[in-house]
């Protein structure tokens, strides 16, 4: 009997893969998608445990989830709840003790066990628990992925973290660092391509530490996306998120070398206090990654970059925090993420004597943010007039409206002329002029029927460091 599915997703990006692939496993056991908690007969929360916010959602969204369960009960119906994620590694017995409701706790690292983990929650009273680091790969017991991604996939190679900042739980949520061998990867890129997807993401909680085996040898991320260049009908390639240490100089090369890969880096700086950076545990100084990026710039002049920062780490007073302010200025991020600190409950920072008050936090992370919202205008708004290749991700809000993300990943929404012509260019990459470049997306409509070129495609007319004016002729 057909049941239905459905995947809550928090957190980043590996979640959002990881949901597909449980989608995928339980996919043989009758379940499909449902559109919501009232659709499903079972509900995953996939759940984040970075910040203690992010980790709190999960208990209330249970309760909600609690709810719906007993009055499920009373008409005779059956609701499972599970909770997978990074908050079921770190907090399963927490789950259990404070949701003794919930049927299913599954770590990151189990979920080719989830078919049994439902067999055994049907005949269980109480949670069934598996936050085990199996010695078995998943990846190895996961079905293919399936054709759900659209055209733009994402493609985790690499899992896991050894670097151990003070501040993170992923190390402990994650596990040990660990590469897929690249003949897998390339599987699962081709599998990807043949379902429609144009571009692919690789991701990594280090994907630049990526060393996957090829036979009796290793290839590192700049070989591996090389190679992933070659597959037909791929576009577009990206990758995230990347430590600043492993940036080595093939993966700087590929920048300038291969036009599929995208002019866009997200490269965490965190801050740019040596002090703080030296608290963290980051491997780096603000020197080492400001060099980083002048060979960055040097092999890709238009690229964005992007970076996390944490304000208020133990240890950043008001200079420490004006140094983080100066290399922003001096970087000249496309885009970026600022978060407070958050004490996670067994890192070592969150033991630390001086932790930062949070009104001194919360004032840090206003002016970082406008800072960071300066640069993000100033990036954007030479793209104004220019013409740049869309590839279409998205529906719009309405039929005739269509979003997608230019090769530096600015959001993009254009109006079309009728509904026909939204459906015909979804999952296609199409030359758009841009009318309007606001803080956070542009605006634009389409600029030439036909298809669209090599160059168009790989992004090669916008350089917002060198910008060019957009063929008249075209804007019209
Ligand atoms: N591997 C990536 C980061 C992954 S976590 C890297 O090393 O850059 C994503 C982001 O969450 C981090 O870059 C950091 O800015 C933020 N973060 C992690 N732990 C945090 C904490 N305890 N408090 C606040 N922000 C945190
Ligand atoms: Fe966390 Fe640091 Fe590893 Fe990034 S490199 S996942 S911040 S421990
Ligand atoms: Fe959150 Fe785990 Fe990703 S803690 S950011 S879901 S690796």
Redesign the pocket.
């Known amino acids: 009997m057909a049941k239905k599915l459905f995947i809550k997703t928090y957190g ?1 990006q590996m979640n959002v893969y990881d949901s597909a692939r449980m989608a995928d496993v339980l996919a043989p056991l009758g379940y499909a998608p449902a559109a919501d908690v009232e659709g499903a007969d079972m509900v995953v929360l996939n759940t984040c445990h ?2 203690e916010k992010a980790a709190e959602k999960v208990f209330s969204e249970l309760g909600r989830l609690n709810a719906v369960k007993r009055a499920r009960a009373e008409t005779g119906g059956r609701l499972t709840i599970a909770v997978a994620g990074c908050v079921a590694q770190a907090e399963g017995e927490e789950i259990r003790r404070r949701a003794p409701y919930v049927d299913i706790v599954v770590g990151p690292q189990a979920y080719h066990r989830l078919p049994e983990l439902v067999a055994r929650a049907t005949r269980a009273a109480g949670a069934v628990l598996d936050t085990d680091f199996p010695p078995e790969s998943k990846f190895d017991h996961l079905p293919a992925a399936t054709a759900a991604s659209g055209p733009s996939a994402f493609l985790t190679v690499q899992e896991g ?1 050894d670097k151990f ?1 003070a ?2 739980v ?1 190390p402990y949520t994650r596990g040990a660092e660990y590469s897929r061998p690249v003949a897998a990867v390339l599987a699962e890129a081709r599998h990807l391509v043949g379902a429609g997807a144009r571009e692919i993401t690789l991701l990594g ?2 994907v630049n530490a990526y060393h996957g085996a090829h036979g009796k040898t290793e290839w590192g991320l700049a070989r591996l996306i090389a190679a992933l260049a070659e597959i037909d009908g791929l576009a577009r390639i990206r990758y995230t ?1 990347s ?1 600043p240490v492993d940036m080595d100089e093939a993966l700087i090369a590929a920048h300038a070398r291969v036009p599929a890969l995208m002019p866009y880096l997200h490269l ?1 700086v ?1 801050s740019g206090s040596d002090a703080v950076l030296r608290r963290m545990n980051r491997g780096y100084t603000a020197a080492d990654y400001r060099r980083v990026v002048e060979r960055l710039y040097a092999a890709r002049p238009d690229l964005a970059l992007s970076s ?3 304000v208020g780490h133990p240890g950043e007073d008001a200079a420490g925090f004006a140094q983080t302010c100066d290399l922003v200025r001096d970087v000249g991020y496309a885009q970026a993420y600022s ?4 004490p ?1 409950p067994g890192t070592p920072a969150a033991a630390w004597p001086d932790q930062v008050d949070d009104a001194a936090k919360a004032e840090r992370l206003a002016i970082l943010q406008d800072l960071v919202e300066d640069g993000q205008r100033r990036f954007n708004a030479p793209f104004a007039g220019r013409i740049v290749p869309v590839l279409f991700d998205r529906v719009g809000r309405r039929p005739s409206q269509l979003a997608g993300r230019t090769p530096h990943l600015q959001a993009i929404h254009v109006d079309l002329d009728d509904d026909g012509a939204a459906a015909r260019l979804f999952g296609t990459i199409a030359p758009v002029a841009v009318t309007a470049a606001h803080v956070n997306s542009l605006a634009g409509r389409i600029a030439a029927a036909g298809s669209v070129t090599d160059d168009v495609a790989n992004g090669i007319d916008a350089a917002h460091r060198a910008p060019r004016a957009a063929p008249e002729a075209v804007l019209r």
């Open positions: 980043c970075i910040r973290c900042c501040f993170c992923v909680q280090n998120t430590h965490p965190q996390d920062f944490i978060f407070k600190y958050s996670r």
